[in-house]
């Protein structure tokens, strides 16, 4: 009779701890992040402005390299204000409690150019 509860007892504390630790897992993998409309539309506004940024530097490039230093310049300004967005966009996603929201918005730019291409 005494070993009878004893081996009822660990398989019950076993399926026990089970239960708990898939319980566990469980909840911390199907959280889903819920994101404010601000930080929403805040990325998709930095990830136009590296995409402005990079596009401006290409043809820079083709200017410079076709002789055009007058586009040069004219493109190196809308650089330099594409970047000033950039930063201004940082500095509100961080208030906002976004991570590293460059390296996030260059992170998203190349999953949909995968995405695209593919």
Do not use: C, W, Y
């Amino acid at each position: 009779m005494k070993l009878m509860k004893k081996t009822v007892f660990l398989l019950a504390s076993g399926l026990f701890f089970t239960v708990a630790a898939m319980a566990q897992t469980g909840a911390t993998t199907s959280t889903t992040t819920t994101q404010n409309p601000a930080v929403k539309s805040g990325m998709k506004d930095m990830r136009h402005d590296i995409r402005d940024e990079r596009k401006d530097k290409r043809e820079r490039a083709k200017a410079i390299e076709n002789g055009n230093t007058a586009k040069a310049k004219k493109l190196t300004k809308d650089i330099h204000a594409d970047q000033k967005d950039i930063n201004q966009d940082k500095k509100q996603l961080q208030s906002e409690g976004v991570k590293h929201p460059i390296k996030r918005a260059d992170r998203q730019i190349h999953k949909q150019n995968m995405a695209h291409k593919g």
